[in-house]
Protein backbone atom coordinates (compact mmCIF):
# COMPACT_ATOMS: atom_id res chain seq x y z
CA UNK A 1 0.00 0.00 0.00
CA UNK A 2 1.34 3.31 -1.23
CA UNK A 3 0.90 6.93 -2.13
CA UNK A 4 0.99 7.54 -5.75
CA UNK A 5 -0.32 10.21 -8.38
CA UNK A 6 -3.09 8.80 -9.95
CA UNK A 7 -3.84 11.52 -12.48
CA UNK A 8 -0.23 10.93 -13.64
CA UNK A 9 -0.80 7.25 -14.43
CA UNK A 10 -3.87 8.02 -16.47
CA UNK A 11 -2.47 10.84 -18.30
CA UNK A 12 -0.53 7.98 -20.28
CA UNK A 13 -3.88 6.15 -21.46
CA UNK A 14 -5.23 7.22 -25.17
CA UNK A 15 -2.03 9.89 -24.75
CA UNK A 16 -0.18 8.38 -27.82
CA UNK A 17 2.84 8.65 -26.74
CA UNK A 18 5.20 5.91 -28.34
CA UNK A 19 8.37 6.70 -25.92
CA UNK A 20 5.95 6.09 -22.70
CA UNK A 21 4.81 2.83 -24.78
CA UNK A 22 9.05 1.89 -25.35
CA UNK A 23 9.80 2.77 -21.77
CA UNK A 24 7.15 1.11 -19.98
CA UNK A 25 7.05 -1.88 -22.14
CA UNK A 26 10.81 -2.04 -22.28
CA UNK A 27 10.97 -2.23 -18.39
CA UNK A 28 8.20 -4.18 -18.26
CA UNK A 29 9.99 -6.68 -20.19
CA UNK A 30 13.38 -6.15 -18.82
CA UNK A 31 11.85 -7.05 -14.95
CA UNK A 32 10.84 -10.40 -16.30
CA UNK A 33 13.35 -11.92 -18.75
CA UNK A 34 12.02 -15.64 -18.44
CA UNK A 35 9.01 -14.67 -20.01
CA UNK A 36 8.42 -16.07 -23.67
CA UNK A 37 8.69 -14.34 -26.86
CA UNK A 38 4.99 -14.30 -27.10
CA UNK A 39 4.04 -13.85 -23.80
CA UNK A 40 6.39 -10.52 -24.10
CA UNK A 41 4.53 -9.30 -27.46
CA UNK A 42 1.21 -9.70 -25.49
CA UNK A 43 2.92 -7.85 -22.85
CA UNK A 44 4.05 -5.24 -25.15
CA UNK A 45 0.62 -4.85 -26.88
CA UNK A 46 -1.08 -4.63 -24.06
CA UNK A 47 1.05 -1.19 -22.70
CA UNK A 48 0.70 -0.36 -25.64
CA UNK A 49 -2.95 -0.14 -26.56
CA UNK A 50 -3.23 1.18 -23.26
CA UNK A 51 -1.52 3.95 -24.39
CA UNK A 52 -2.66 4.66 -28.08
CA UNK A 53 -6.35 3.44 -26.94
CA UNK A 54 -6.85 3.91 -23.32
CA UNK A 55 -8.51 2.00 -20.57
CA UNK A 56 -10.33 0.13 -20.03
CA UNK A 57 -10.40 -2.50 -22.79
CA UNK A 58 -13.96 -3.85 -24.71
CA UNK A 59 -14.40 -6.67 -25.39
CA UNK A 60 -12.04 -8.27 -22.63
CA UNK A 61 -13.93 -10.47 -20.00
CA UNK A 62 -10.73 -11.21 -17.61
CA UNK A 63 -7.34 -9.62 -16.94
CA UNK A 64 -4.68 -12.06 -16.40
CA UNK A 65 -1.17 -12.09 -14.86
CA UNK A 66 0.23 -9.74 -18.06
CA UNK A 67 -2.76 -7.15 -17.21
CA UNK A 68 -1.77 -7.27 -13.68
CA UNK A 69 1.88 -6.77 -14.36
CA UNK A 70 1.36 -3.65 -16.75
CA UNK A 71 -0.68 -1.76 -14.30
CA UNK A 72 2.10 -2.72 -11.38
CA UNK A 73 3.97 -0.80 -14.62
CA UNK A 74 2.32 2.25 -15.61
CA UNK A 75 1.80 2.75 -11.52
CA UNK A 76 5.55 2.77 -11.09
CA UNK A 77 6.33 4.98 -14.83
CA UNK A 78 7.61 8.18 -13.33
CA UNK A 79 6.41 8.35 -10.34
CA UNK A 80 8.11 8.33 -6.54
CA UNK A 81 5.25 6.41 -4.22
CA UNK A 82 4.94 7.06 -0.65
CA UNK A 83 5.80 3.97 0.94
CA UNK A 84 3.65 2.61 3.78
CA UNK A 85 5.00 -0.15 6.68
CA UNK A 86 1.82 -2.01 4.99
CA UNK A 87 4.33 -4.83 3.54
CA UNK A 88 5.45 -6.13 7.02
CA UNK A 89 2.04 -7.51 6.78
CA UNK A 90 0.83 -10.25 4.07
CA UNK A 91 -2.00 -9.76 2.37
CA UNK A 92 -4.11 -12.09 4.25
CA UNK A 93 -4.14 -9.97 7.17
CA UNK A 94 -6.57 -7.67 5.42
CA UNK A 95 -8.36 -10.50 3.74
CA UNK A 96 -9.16 -13.10 6.92
CA UNK A 97 -8.28 -10.48 9.70
CA UNK A 98 -9.92 -7.01 9.33
CA UNK A 99 -12.49 -7.67 5.96
CA UNK A 100 -14.89 -10.23 8.01
CA UNK A 101 -14.82 -7.49 10.95
CA UNK A 102 -15.82 -5.01 8.40
CA UNK A 103 -18.34 -6.89 7.10
CA UNK A 104 -19.96 -7.35 10.45
CA UNK A 105 -19.29 -4.01 11.96
CA UNK A 106 -18.49 -1.14 8.99
CA UNK A 107 -20.83 1.21 7.23
CA UNK A 108 -21.57 1.00 3.39
CA UNK A 109 -18.58 3.07 2.75
CA UNK A 110 -16.21 1.15 4.62
CA UNK A 111 -17.61 -2.11 3.35
CA UNK A 112 -17.24 -1.52 -0.53
CA UNK A 113 -13.86 0.15 0.16
CA UNK A 114 -12.07 -2.97 1.91
CA UNK A 115 -14.33 -5.03 -0.60
CA UNK A 116 -12.20 -3.18 -3.67
CA UNK A 117 -8.97 -4.12 -2.28
CA UNK A 118 -9.80 -7.64 -0.98
CA UNK A 119 -10.94 -8.14 -4.72
CA UNK A 120 -9.46 -6.01 -6.69
CA UNK A 121 -10.11 -2.76 -8.35
CA UNK A 122 -9.29 -4.08 -12.38
CA UNK A 123 -8.18 -1.13 -14.82
CA UNK A 124 -8.03 -3.16 -18.31
CA UNK A 125 -11.16 -5.23 -17.97
CA UNK A 126 -14.17 -5.94 -15.93
CA UNK A 127 -12.61 -8.41 -13.41
CA UNK A 128 -9.13 -9.23 -12.01
CA UNK A 129 -7.04 -12.41 -12.85
CA UNK A 130 -8.16 -15.67 -11.17
CA UNK A 131 -4.99 -16.66 -9.61
CA UNK A 132 -5.24 -14.33 -6.54
CA UNK A 133 -3.59 -11.51 -7.45
CA UNK A 134 -4.68 -8.31 -7.20
CA UNK A 135 -4.50 -4.37 -7.32
CA UNK A 136 -6.51 -1.39 -6.38
CA UNK A 137 -5.91 2.21 -6.89
CA UNK A 138 -8.47 4.81 -5.11
CA UNK A 139 -8.22 8.19 -5.74
CA UNK A 140 -7.58 10.64 -2.47
CA UNK A 141 -10.84 11.98 -2.44
CA UNK A 142 -12.59 8.44 -2.54
CA UNK A 143 -9.61 7.76 0.55
CA UNK A 144 -11.04 10.52 2.34
CA UNK A 145 -14.78 10.33 2.13
CA UNK A 146 -13.88 6.10 3.34
CA UNK A 147 -11.85 7.19 5.91
CA UNK A 148 -14.87 7.85 8.92
CA UNK A 149 -15.71 4.69 8.11
CA UNK A 150 -12.64 2.93 8.75
CA UNK A 151 -12.13 4.62 11.84
CA UNK A 152 -15.47 3.82 12.96
CA UNK A 153 -14.36 -0.03 12.71
CA UNK A 154 -11.06 0.57 13.95
CA UNK A 155 -13.04 1.94 17.27
CA UNK A 156 -15.28 -0.64 18.15
CA UNK A 157 -12.69 -3.33 17.52
CA UNK A 158 -10.69 -1.38 20.08
CA UNK A 159 -13.62 -1.19 22.35
CA UNK A 160 -15.19 -4.39 22.06
CA UNK A 161 -12.05 -6.96 22.26
CA UNK A 162 -8.73 -4.12 23.42
CA UNK A 163 -6.53 -2.12 21.74
CA UNK A 164 -3.85 -5.18 22.24
CA UNK A 165 -6.18 -7.54 20.26
CA UNK A 166 -4.52 -8.59 16.65
CA UNK A 167 -7.39 -6.93 14.73
CA UNK A 168 -7.93 -3.83 16.51
CA UNK A 169 -4.08 -3.32 16.32
CA UNK A 170 -4.20 -4.15 12.48
CA UNK A 171 -7.19 -1.54 12.07
CA UNK A 172 -4.95 0.95 13.95
CA UNK A 173 -2.39 0.23 11.65
CA UNK A 174 -4.25 0.32 8.31
CA UNK A 175 -6.00 3.73 9.41
CA UNK A 176 -2.61 5.20 10.15
CA UNK A 177 -1.70 4.20 6.48
CA UNK A 178 -4.76 5.59 5.23
CA UNK A 179 -3.43 8.96 6.93
CA UNK A 180 0.14 8.77 5.49
CA UNK A 181 -1.41 8.89 2.50
CA UNK A 182 -3.83 11.49 2.53
CA UNK A 183 -1.67 13.66 4.29
CA UNK A 184 0.45 13.22 1.66
CA UNK A 185 -1.90 14.52 -1.06
CA UNK A 186 -1.81 11.37 -2.41
CA UNK A 187 -4.05 8.67 -4.66
CA UNK A 188 -3.85 5.07 -3.06
CA UNK A 189 -2.31 1.86 -4.38
CA UNK A 190 -2.15 -1.37 -2.95
CA UNK A 191 -1.40 -4.31 -4.75
CA UNK A 192 -1.03 -8.31 -3.70
CA UNK A 193 1.61 -10.75 -5.23
Same mark, same amino acid.
Given at each position: MSGFSMPKMRGLFRS???E %???? =? %???? =?AKHPYWSPETRERARGIVERAIVHGVPFPGLEAEDHLHFAAACAFVAEGQEHHGTLASVFGADALERG?????? $??????ARAFIRGLVTGIPLFGPSMPQDGEVYAAVSLAKLRAFRPGLVDVRDQ? =? !????? $???? %??FAAEFCGWIDEIIDAGLD?? !?VTG
Open positions: GDR %AVER =I %AGGL =ILWPRVR $KLGGPEL =I !YRHGP $KDDN %AELW !Y
